[in-house]
């Protein structure tokens, strides 16, 4: 910043005094500015981990999981011809094969359990 002193010139005193001015509103707007900046940051931040949108996001995830879950079991059982009975058909055995093993452990373990109670 330059300084005046009592022998310079009135128009040079007021040229510095308008730039100097028009450095500070310059300043001041660019204060304005980041502040303005700053508090839609702020705001933003409070909105990303308020627990409502915490909430909402994790909800979101979980529905898109499921929907990409759905869809590919969808591309393994579906193709453009239809259903493929082949894949359907080795789903349904594996499901009746373990029923039928969780069964068959259940009564073993009856069986054993009552023979135990009695000896």
Known sequence: MTRLSAGDDPQQREDLVAKN?????????????NRDKL?????G???????TALKRHAVAAVKQRIEDGKEK?????????GPRWDRIGTGVLAA????????????????V????ARG
């Open 113 to 116: 359990g009552s023979r135990v």
């Open 21 to 33: 001015d028009s450095d500070i509103d310059r300043l001041r707007a660019r204060i304005a500015s």
């Open 45 to 51: 931040l409070v909105s990303e981990v308020h627990p």
């Open 73 to 81: 079991v969808k591309a393994t059982v579906v193709d453009e011809g």
């Open 96 to 111: 009746v094969g373990v029923v039928l093993v969780v069964v068959s452990i259940r009564g073993i373990g009856r069986a």
């Open 39 to 43: 508090s839609a940051n702020v705001e």
